[in-house]
């Protein structure tokens, strides 16, 4: 497997492009993105990811690394396009996938592999292969309920499950879910894997690898929603939630997580909506987890609106807040599904207060944002009269909050 063409060049698909490349496979990364297909070929990025520049310099300086706007003819397609909603009832959108089958359709040729890994609901590696069969009639292509019987083309869904910011290291370390179409496709994707990765390939079939990744993110939700929960919980009895976790998670088998301002990124915001929507008379737990990591940017709006409210009868015609971070986690530029970018939306939409925008990791502000301003920490905390720590930014925790201001800790920092 030495040529490779990866779809979709964001915060997944390019460090694996990268990794591939870096290990002497030749990799065309494809995006319809000409400012990252451009930016990649100079040998930079257009991502906040520690290690990934170096790395992809040194592939594009080898030749091992190309980016295009158009596919070409591989051996291995990986598809790492994004998979939104549409509509509010989380109804998944595969538009992109169904975009990548029609481009690559064309160019397959009998004995490559086709492996999805964009986050996907289940039966969505089906429905890709329903979409190349029918482009391509004169191949075959394998089916999930025949999984002993070969075909032209091999197919298998192998989800990512990488930490933002820890990308580059857990691509190779991390164990990897190998979820063929069929048993052969299975064994073809882990040659694939194997070029760099150095966890195990547990091998499994295409529906039980798109269920675990919805499941593993799932499971992270509801431990989430508990802490939030909690968070909630011991505002109104005039508890410090932290020092209840901290004393909680002493118990030998408990261990609660942090409760933030919500919950974001494109996962675990997202994934377990594709159980719900499949599943909305069963998933009663994972729907309820939701709708609690949902609320809770309004429960953190409602704290910040109130020290508003306090200050206007104090005669403050309009007070100063600032929102210290929008991503969606720590030390990140990604601010996809943000709890803290939808707070920023909303307080710019009430226009109760004056918006100060903090994100040590951006440059500029989002479409949705461009309204507000984006100012420094050291301006921010000098002028504000309210500040809203939202994020925990490495440098929201070694700047000083003991100051005659109101502050809002949705993060636990101070």
Known sequence: MKNICVFGLGYIGLPTAAMFAHHGANVVGVDVNQH???????????????????????????????????????????????????????????SYIQAVSQALAPLLEKGDIVILESTSPVGATEQMVAWLAEARPDLTFPKYHEPDVEADIYVAYCPERVLPGKVVEELISND?????????????????????????LLATNSRTAEMAKLTENASRDVSIAFANELSIISDKLDINVWELIELANHHPRV???????????????????????????????????????????NWVIKKINAEVDGLKTQGIEKPIVALLGLAFKPNIDDLRESPAVYIAREMLDIDSAEVLLVEPNIDKLPKTLESGKLTSLKEAM?????????????????????????????????
């Open 36 to 94: 990252a297909v451009d930016t990649i070929n100079q040998g930079k990025i257009h991502i906040v990811e520690p290690g990934l520049e170096t790395i992809v310099k040194k592939a594009v300086d080898n030749g091992n690394l190309k980016a295009n706007l158009t596919p070409v003819h591989s051996d291995a397609y990986l598809i790492a396009v994004p998979t939104p909603f549409k509509g509010e009832d989380h109804t998944p959108d595969l």
């Open 176 to 200: 990897r879910i190998i979820g063929g179409m069929t048993k052969e496709s299975t064994k073809k994707a882990q040659e694939v894997y194997r070029i760099f990765v150095e966890g195990e």
């Open 382 to 414: 000098e002028t504000a009269d309210i500040v809203a720590i939202l994020v925990g930014h490495a440098q929201f925790k070694h700047t000083d909050f003991n100051i005659d201001k109101a502050i809002i800790d949705a993060v636990g920092i101070v």
């Open 255 to 297: 261990n609660i997580l942090q409760p933030g301002a919500g919950v974001g990124g494109h996962c675990i915001a997202v994934d377990p909506w594709f159980i719900v929507n499949q599943n909305p008379d069963e998933a009663k737990i994972i729907r309820a987890a939701r709708e609690i990591n949902d609320n809770k940017p």
